[in-house]
């Protein structure tokens, strides 16, 4: 038996991660109204930070996935504003467009800090 463990690539640890932001937003998500976990001063600020932040890890790691990241993000948000109102909050097309919003930067961001990595790791 080997001592090397399971072998993590950085690709499976962007996706552990990235399922981990997606379990911790659903959740923040879905609160019932007036449940404050994380305070952010504007509604539409937080999910610009929380879906920068769920999409960046996969575009750093896969910057050629960057429109499939994106598009998984926002359907993500979609399906979020559709639940919501089961859980008693309201669906708001202003919190997709914020949702939008974050992933492209997210993926913006972490795509070219990504191809930056990948040209670095190509040269060394």
């Not at 790691?61 to 990241?69: K, Q």
Request: aromatic share 6%.
């Amino acid at each position: 038996m080997s001592d090397k463990g399971i072998g993590w690539s950085s690709l499976h640890v962007a996706i552990v991660v990235t399922l981990g932001m997606v379990l911790i937003s659903g959740v923040l998500l879905l609160l019932p109204p007036g449940v404050d976990v994380v305070s952010v001063s504007n509604d539409k600020m937080g999910h610009v930070l929380a879906f920068t932040a769920l999409v960046f890890p996969l575009a750093v790691v896969r910057p050629s996935w960057a429109m499939a990241i994106w598009f998984s993000a926002v359907a993500y948000g979609g399906l979020i504003e559709v639940i919501q109102p089961l859980a008693g909050r309201a669906a708001e097309l202003a919190d997709l467009d914020a949702d939008a919003l974050g992933a492209a930067l997210g993926v913006c961001i972490g795509a070219a800090i990504g191809h930056w990595r990948n040209r670095r790791l190509r040269s060394a």
